[in-house]
């Protein structure tokens, strides 16, 4: 009885893992499908998880919408016109390109642009700008005997 | 002069827009529902489950639609505004109470008062998916047509009623 109830405790661990594939469903294909869709999706809840990953009970129910919507049939572009109309854009971690997010998608090109027009103007003027005068003799002599003089009569 | 003020009027706007953001909840986010029909639904009563709930049943009023839960927390917070609310009679109030037990909820009410016209319940949280739920309390103002109108994200306060809910309402409710 003893080494029975002993067996038992140690066959715990196993049976505790089994309870845990229970979140997947059936269908090994249906859920792979659940979960490419689900990553490019944002948790509502911890906002910088992917509902692929997302532990919250949101998550787990979205992740189970998906599933059912995708059993009815519909397309992943259906879903996710699903769930943007329920809760934004803001589900998406890939914003589309609309008019308030114009900033966003080409901003970073304008200040690109701006940086090159203004570094262009720059090196123009300094092109323009009077050549460096030429040294006369004398001048050249004095520089020499300046970069000559030996260091330590500096001190 | 202007050569050294533009790095500075360059940082003040930066150091601006930096100051807004950072007083923006990121937890707000804004409902794409707003002036759309609110989703058709068809639930169980708590106090009554034999009995159903539709949404077109409300057709041709104003009312508010409040999603709640015994297991949140900041509907504690909330409740006595709605009791207060109620007490006006100005407009009903329809609980959803979402992902819940229907012993829970109905000791909750028991306890804190029922504000409630009617509670509904939403224990796998569908109609919440449909609401666009995210977080509990969320509280709708859906108009005579059945369009939701204004969404308030987390818990009623009593600045937000005098100040969004309450003129919303009296608006709608003349038209």
């Given at each position: 009885?003893?080494?029975?109830?002993?067996?038992?405790v140690?066959?715990?661990?196993?049976?505790?893992h089994?309870g845990?594939?229970?979140d997947?469903a059936d269908?090994?294909?249906?859920?792979?499908?659940?979960?490419?869709?689900?990553?490019?999706?944002r948790?509502l809840?911890?906002?910088?998880?992917s509902?692929?990953?997302?532990?919250?009970?949101?998550a787990?129910?979205?992740?189970?919408e998906v599933?059912?919507?995708?059993q009815?049939?519909?397309t992943?572009?259906?879903i996710?016109?699903y769930?943007?109309?329920?809760?934004?854009?803001f589900?998406?971690?890939d914003?589309?390109v609309?008019?308030?997010?114009l900033?966003?998608w080409?901003?970073?090109f304008?200040l690109l642009?701006?940086?090159l027009?203004?570094l262009?103007v720059?090196?123009?003027?300094?092109k323009?700008?009077?050549?460096?005068s030429?040294l006369?003799?004398e001048?050249?002599?004095?520089?020499?005997?300046l970069?000559n003089?030996?260091?330590d009569?500096q001190? | 002069m202007?050569?050294?003020m533009?790095p500075f009027?360059?940082?003040?706007?930066?150091?601006?827009f930096?100051y807004?953001?950072?007083?923006?909840?990121?937890?707000?986010?804004?409902?794409?529902?707003?002036?759309?029909p609110?989703?058709a639904?068809?639930?169980p009563?708590l106090?009554?489950?034999?009995?159903?709930f539709?949404?077109?049943?409300m057709?041709?009023?104003v009312?508010l639609f409040?999603?709640?839960a015994?297991?949140c927390?900041?509907?504690r917070?909330?409740h006595?505004?709605?009791?207060?609310?109620?007490?006006?009679?100005?407009v009903?109030?329809?609980g959803?109470d979402?992902?819940?037990?229907?012993?829970?909820g109905?000791a909750?009410l028991?306890?804190?008062?029922d504000p409630?016209?009617?509670?509904?319940?939403d224990a796998?949280g569908?109609?919440?998916?449909?609401y666009?739920?995210?977080?509990v309390p969320?509280?709708?103002?859906i108009?005579?047509?059945g369009?939701?109108?204004?969404?308030?994200?987390?818990?009623?306060?009593h600045?937000?009623l005098?100040?969004?809910?309450?003129p919303?309402?009296?608006?709608?409710?003349?038209?």
């Amino acid at each position: 009885m003893k080494y029975l109830l002993i067996l038992l405790v140690c066959l715990f661990p196993t049976f505790s893992h089994a309870g845990e594939a229970r979140d997947l469903a059936d269908d090994p294909v249906l859920e792979k499908r659940m979960v490419n869709l689900a990553q490019n999706l944002r948790c509502l809840v911890c906002q910088n998880e992917s509902l692929a990953s997302s532990h919250s009970d949101l998550a787990k129910d979205l992740r189970q919408e998906v599933r059912d919507q995708m059993q009815k049939g519909m397309t992943d572009q259906e879903i996710i016109d699903y769930l943007v109309s329920r809760y934004g854009d803001f589900v998406l971690f890939d914003p589309p390109v609309k008019s308030y997010t114009l900033l966003l998608w080409y901003g970073p090109f304008a200040l690109l642009l701006i940086g090159l027009v203004g570094l262009v103007v720059q090196l123009r003027k300094r092109k323009n700008a009077a050549p460096e005068s030429q040294l006369s003799a004398e001048e050249a002599q004095r520089a020499a005997t300046l970069l000559n003089q030996p260091k330590d009569s500096q001190t | 002069m202007m050569r050294y003020m533009w790095p500075f009027v360059i940082f003040m706007a930066l150091a601006g827009f930096l100051y807004v953001g950072l007083g923006l909840n990121p937890h707000e986010v804004p409902s794409p529902l707003i002036n759309k029909p609110a989703p058709a639904f068809t639930l169980p009563q708590l106090h009554d489950p034999a009995k159903q709930f539709s949404s077109q049943d409300m057709k041709g009023k104003v009312w508010l639609f409040n999603v709640w839960a015994s297991w949140c927390v900041s509907c504690r917070e909330e409740h006595p505004v709605l009791m207060a609310l109620a007490r006006q009679n100005i407009v009903p109030i329809y609980g959803l109470d979402y992902k819940d037990r229907n012993e829970d909820g109905e000791a909750w009410l028991r306890n804190g008062g029922d504000p409630y016209t009617l509670v509904i319940t939403d224990a796998d949280g569908r109609v919440g998916i449909d609401y666009g739920v995210y977080g509990v309390p969320e509280t709708y103002v859906i108009d005579k047509q059945g369009v939701i109108r204004y969404k308030q994200i987390g818990a009623v306060t009593h600045e937000s009623l005098q100040e969004k809910i309450l003129p919303l309402i009296a608006e709608l409710q003349a038209k």
